[in-house]
């Protein structure tokens, strides 16, 4: 405050828009980095309380294990990890990130999560929901197992596809500027084609592509990749004009990177400041806290971001390993080899636990404020297999969030 009555809001820090500059060797660029995430890793063990690491099967998370279990021996200890597993077999980590801390010496635990378990705990989980979200499940049930296991404080491996490049769309928009020179034409044509595919087999991904019918703007690939609805879907839910779509549209994503060409770089920045600062952080803190679990996340240290933000988009790519400059670094070859692997997101078997209980979850959803019958055409949509769950999850989360 400056006086009575008087004060400033001023933020310690933020990310600027892209300005790579770093266009050096891929090796020495990993050799810069190997302090670095050791030290970061370290500091982020510090706790006077029970730590363990969320140990999910993927790059990210063995590469946390690899350094923090080296960091625990030269303590005299012994890393502590855990998995959620599943009885739905091919949604389970189970395999791949028992391996990795067989390889690493952790005293590992896997808590299963049942069907049962999720309709038990659904009361419990909209009453920490302090405002929608559609992303928050897996962090309440992960952070449930890690006070389960008598853990305080657990290390997450959130934020490693943004930093280091983990999601496929990033290799898509670096493989040329063909989107932003391609007539506006064209582009409609195409658009339009995928929408209308996406409509007769079911596909609400590729009805998203209705996005870049207009213009093929930063923000509008962004939608493209991760937004929920098409664009005539959102205005059926929401009883919307396209000129107030379009307005809503610019004015939460299309100031943040201003016009230009698309680039992997630009979408990244709004990946980074949408997704996950607005839904995956905000998720973890939440539901984190709603189990007294403190979650950290090294891989998001502002000196990371920092100092890959400046790493030009080339080097955080090879065809033949998922986050080169993340395994390179850390030098192991359990991590090199996590990372030479499909990548498969860690994803709950909710399509499944959602039709066991459609009727309650349904008529959730038809207490949001919004259009009935659009609801209702989604909610059938999701039943009939023609949309998938987050579509649906989130009217019902939006009618679960009004009715408290």
């Given at each position: 405050g400056r006086g009575k009555g008087e004060f400033r809001l001023h933020g310690y820090w933020d990310l600027t828009p892209p300005a790579a500059s770093d266009h050096g060797s891929s090796a020495?660029?990993?050799?810069?980095?190997?302090?670095?995430?050791?030290?970061?890793?370290?500091?982020h063990l510090i706790s006077d309380v029970p730590v363990g690491v969320f140990l999910s099967g993927g790059v990210d998370s063995a590469g946390l294990v690899a350094l923090a279990s080296r960091i625990r021996r030269q303590e005299g200890h012994q890393l502590e990890t855990l998995t959620v597993v599943f009885d739905e077999r091919q949604f389970?980590?189970?395999?791949?990130?028992?391996?990795?801390?067989?390889?690493?010496?952790?005293?590992?635990?896997?808590?299963?999560?049942r069907e049962a378990d999720f309709r038990r705990e659904l009361p419990a989980f909209f009453a920490s929901m302090d405002q929608p979200t559609n992303d928050g499940v897996n962090s309440y049930f992960v952070s449930r197992a890690a006070r389960e296991a008598g853990l305080k404080v657990v290390l997450s491996g959130l934020g490693g596809d943004e930093?280091?490049?983990?999601?496929?769309?990033?290799?898509?928009?670096?493989?040329?500027?063909?989107?932003?020179?391609?007539?506006?034409?064209?582009?409609?044509l195409g658009a339009e084609a995928g929408y209308q595919y996406g409509r007769l087999r079911g596909r609400d991904n590729w009805m998203r592509m209705a996005w870049l019918k207009p213009a093929a703007s930063n923000a509008r690939v962004y939608l493209t990749m991760r937004g929920f609805f098409a664009p005539d879907q959102i205005a059926r839910l929401m009883d919307l004009t396209q000129a107030e779509l379009d307005d809503a549209v610019e004015e939460h994503f299309g100031s943040?990177?201003?016009?230009?060409?698309?680039?992997?770089?630009?979408?990244?920045?709004?990946?980074?400041?949408?997704?996950?600062?607005?839904?995956?952080?905000?998720?973890?803190?939440?539901?984190?806290?709603?189990?007294?679990?403190?979650?950290?996340?090294?891989?998001?240290?502002?000196?990371?971001?920092?100092?890959?933000?400046?790493?030009?988009?080339?080097?955080?790519?090879?065809?033949?390993?998922?986050?080169?400059?993340?395994?390179?670094?850390?030098?192991?070859?359990a991590v090199a080899l996590a990372g030479a692997r499909p990548k498969q997101g860690f994803t709950?078997?909710?399509?499944?636990?959602?039709?066991?209980?459609?009727?309650?979850?349904?008529?959730?959803?038809?207490?949001?404020?919004?259009?009935?019958?659009?609801?209702?055409?989604?909610?059938?949509?999701?039943?009939?297999?023609?949309?998938h769950w987050s579509r649906a999850w989130a009217l019902t989360v939006l009618g679960a969030a009004q009715a408290s």
């Open positions: 020495s660029i990993q050799a810069s980095l190997a302090p670095l995430v050791e030290d970061l890793v370290r500091r389970s980590e189970a395999s791949p990130a028992a391996e990795i801390a067989r390889q690493f010496g952790t005293r590992h635990r896997e808590v299963r999560v930093v280091f490049w983990g999601y496929k769309h990033y290799r898509w928009l670096r493989s040329g500027s063909w989107l932003a020179g391609c007539p506006a034409p064209l582009r409609y943040l990177v201003g016009p230009g060409d698309v680039t992997a770089e630009s979408v990244n920045y709004i990946e980074m400041k949408r997704y996950l600062h607005d839904q995956l952080l905000r998720d973890t803190d939440v539901f984190s806290m709603a189990h007294s679990i403190e979650a950290r996340v090294p891989w998001l240290d502002h000196v990371l971001v920092e100092r890959l933000w400046q790493v030009a988009g080339e080097r955080k790519l090879d065809p033949a390993v998922n986050k080169p400059l993340l395994v390179g670094a850390i030098g192991d070859p709950f078997p909710m399509a499944h636990w959602m039709k066991a209980c459609a009727p309650e979850l349904r008529e959730m959803a038809s207490t949001a404020s919004l259009e009935p019958k659009a609801v209702d055409a989604c909610w059938t949509d999701f039943s009939e297999g023609r949309m």
